[in-house]
C-alpha cells in the first residue's frame, strides 16, 4: 500500500525542519506537523549563537566542541544574512573559578589543591588554543589577548579587569534559523503543516498511521516513517501519541535572558565568568539593547510556560554587576525570554553538567520511529545528517546534500553583506541605513523581492510602526506561514522591542482581516 509521506516529522523546531529540509533535498516525500507556530518554543529561546561552547572544554567534552566548531563556518557560509561573526571579550581575574563538579575542577584540585577552584590564566589560554584549532578555522579570526586599560572594550568594565582574551564566535537568528529550514524544505516538496497537532500515531499494516487535527478538524495520513523531534515534548510523544515504552528521557532545564538598555556602545560581547564557575554572556542586541543570558535551571512542569523568574532576573544582573562598572538592575530590564532546553538525561548531577550533545534512539519494531533527544542549535545540520543516515538504508533516499547548500537569501558571500546594504539604499533611496540593515540580516538577497518596485514608502502600504509595513507582514503570511502579530514581532523578527502595544493590535487586526 503506498503511503502519503516517505518521512513524517512530529515537531517545527529547528532538529524538525532541518530534517525535513535535509529529507526533501534527496527526493523524499516528506510531512512535518508544529502544533503552533515554527519555533515557538525552545528554538526561538536560544542565546542566539552558532559557537562551539568554550565551557563544554571544562567536562572534557572534545567531540562535541570539535563538531560544533567546524559545523559554525559551514553555517556562516549558507546563511550570512541571519547569521554573522562576532567577537567575544572574556575579562580575566585571578579570583575565576571552575564549578566544582566539572572534571577539570576535580583534576586540578588533584595536582594542583593549592588553587582552591580558581581558573590560572595559562589554563584558560589553553582553552583558547584548543578552541582556535580544534575545528579548522577558516573564516573567524583566532584569539588574541586585550589590554582592558586602553580598549574600548574595557570602559564599561571596573577597574580590576586589566586583561581580556577576545575570540570568535558567531550570532544567528535562531527563529529566522526555523522558518528559513521550513520554506527551503517546502520549496522542495515537503509539505508544512503549522498549528496542526498530532494526536495519535499508530503502525498499521508495515506503516505508521498518523491523525492530525487543526482548528477543530481531523486528517489521517499514512508514512513509512515517523521522526519524533517534539522536543521537551519529545517523551510525552512516545509514550502519549505513539503510546510506547521508552527508558530513554530528556532533563528539562530552563534557560532565562534578560534584555536591557544598551550598556556598552562597541559591537563586541563579553563572556565574564562567575565565582560560581558558571558563565553568561553579554550580547550586543537589536542596535541599542544588551543580551544577557542564561541561566540554568530545572524546569519540572511542562505544562508551566518558562519565564524568567524575579530570581532569575536578580541573579543576572548581579553576576553581569560584578563585571560593570555601573551596577545592572531590574530597572534596566527591558524584556525577557526563557525556553526549556531538552537536554538527553545522562544522569549528571546538575543542569549545568547535563550533556549538550544528542542522541538519536531508533526503533526498528515495525515502521521506524527515530526519537531525537537533546541536540543544540550549532549542530542542527549534522544532526538532520545523522537522522537522515539511520533512515536511508530503510527507506531509500538521496546522498547528503545540505553543507554547501544556501537557505532563502543567503546566496552571498559573508564579507559581502555591507555591500548588500548599500546596493538596497542605493535602488532604494527613500530606506535609512537602518531600515535596509534590517531587512539585509532578515532576507538578505531576497529583501529586494519585499520591496518590488517602490519608489517611496507608502508604495509600501500601510505602515505598522519601526520600519515594518503592509509589503514586509504579507511577504511574512504568504511565505513564512505568519498568522498572528506574535509570529512577527516576536519571531520572524523582534520588532516587539520597539512596537507600542496600540500597534502590535493594529497589526493583529489585519491579519486577522
Not at 574595557?154 to 577576545?166: C, T
Not at 538519536?360 to 520511529?369: Q, V
Amino acid at each position: 500500500m503506498s503511503a502519503d509521506f516517505d518521512v513524517f516529522i512530529i515537531g517545527g523546531g529547528i532538529n524538525g525542519c532541518g530534517i525535513a529540509r535535509d529529507a526533501a533535498g534527496r527526493g523524499l516525500k516528506v510531512g512535518l506537523a508544529e502544533m503552533n507556530d515554527l519555533g515557538s518554543a525552545t528554538s526561538s529561546a536560544s542565546t542566539k549563537l552558532f559557537h562551539g561552547g568554550l565551557r563544554y572544554l571544562e567536562f572534557f567534552e572534545f567531540g562535541l566542541v570539535r563538531k560544533a566548531l567546524v559545523e559554525r563556518e559551514v553555517l556562516l557560509r549558507n546563511m550570512p544574512h541571519i547569521s554573522w561573526p562576532m567577537r567575544f571579550v572574556l575579562p580575566y581575574h585571578k579570583d575565576m573559578r571552575f564549578e566544582n563538579d566539572t572534571p577539570t575542577s576535580k583534576l586540578l584540585s588533584t595536582v594542583m589543591p593549592w588553587m582552591k577552584g580558581r581558573r590560572p590564566a595559562w589554563l584558560i589560554r589553553l582553552g583558547l588554543f584548543l578552541y582556535d584549532n580544534l575545528g579548522g578555522r577558516k573564516i573567524l579570526p583566532g584569539t588574541k589577548t586585550v589590554d582592558l586599560s586602553t580598549s574600548d572594550t574595557g570602559k564599561p568594565l571596573k577597574g580590576k579587569f586589566q586583561r581580556a582574551y577576545e575570540y570568535s564566535d558567531c550570532w544567528v537568528e535562531d527563529a529566522r534559523l526555523v522558518v528559513l529550514n521550513a520554506r527551503d524544505a517546502e520549496a522542495r516538496g515537503a509539505t508544512i503543516m503549522t498549528r496542526t497537532k498530532v494526536i495519535s500515531a499508530a503502525r498499521v499494516d508495515g506503516q505508521w498511521e498518523i491523525v492530525t487535527e487543526h482548528d477543530g478538524v481531523q486528517q489521517t495520513y499514512t508514512t513509512r516513517s515517523l521522526v519524533n523531534a517534539g522536543g521537551p515534548w519529545v517523551e510525552n510523544i512516545v509514550r502519549d501519541v505513539a503510546r510506547l515504552n521508552t527508558s530513554e528521557g530528556v532533563r528539562l532545564v530552563r534557560g532565562s535572558h534578560i534584555v536591557t538598555k544598551k550598556l556598552f556602545d562597541h559591537d563586541k560581547s563579553y563572556f565574564f565568568q562567575g565565582e560560581d564557575g558558571r558563565i553568561i554572556f553579554a550580547i550586543p542586541y537589536e542596535m541599542d539593547f544588551t543580551l544577557i543570558g542564561t541561566t540554568d535551571a530545572e524546569h519540572e512542569n511542562l505544562s508551566e510556560k518558562p519565564y524568567a523568574t524575579d530570581a532569575e532576573q536578580d541573579y543576572l544582573c548581579a553576576f553581569a554587576s560584578q563585571y560593570f562598572e555601573k551596577p545592572v538592575t531590574r530597572d534596566d530590564v527591558v524584556w525577557t525570554y526563557s525556553g526549556v532546553r531538552p537536554l538527553y538525561d545522562d544522569g549528571a548531577k546538575s543542569a549545568t553538567a547535563a550533556t549538550r550533545d544528542y542522541v538519536l534512539s531508533l526503533d526498528e519494531n515495525g515502521a521506524p520511529l527515530l526519537n531525537i533527544f537533546g541536540g543544540k542549535i550549532t549542530t542542527y545540520r549534522k544532526l538532520a545528517e545523522n537522522a537522515l543516515k539511520k533512515l536511508i538504508p530503510l527507506i531509500g533516499g538521496g546522498d547528503p546534500w545540505t553543507a554547501d547548500a544556501a537557505l532563502p537569501g543567503g546566496d552571498f558571500k559573508v564579507k559581502d553583506r555591507d555591500k548588500l546594504v548599500a546596493d538596497l539604499m542605493s535602488d532604494y533611496p527613500f530606506l535609512t541605513d537602518r531600515w535596509a540593515l534590517r531587512l539585509i540580516k532578515a532576507y538578505g538577497t531576497e529583501a529586494r523581492a519585499i520591496l518590488g518596485e517602490a519608489s517611496a514608502a507608502k508604495d509600501l502600504g500601510q505602515d505598522f510602526g519601526a520600519t515594518l509595513t503592509e509589503a514586509e507582514v504579507k511577504w511574512l503570511m504568504a511565505r513564512e506561514y505568519a498568522r498572528t502579530a506574535e509570529d512577527i514581532v516576536w519571531r520572524r523578527s523582534k520588532l516587539g522591542l520597539r512596537l507600542t502595544p496600540e500597534q502590535v493590535a493594529g497589526l493583529d487586526a489585519f491579519m486577522a482581516s
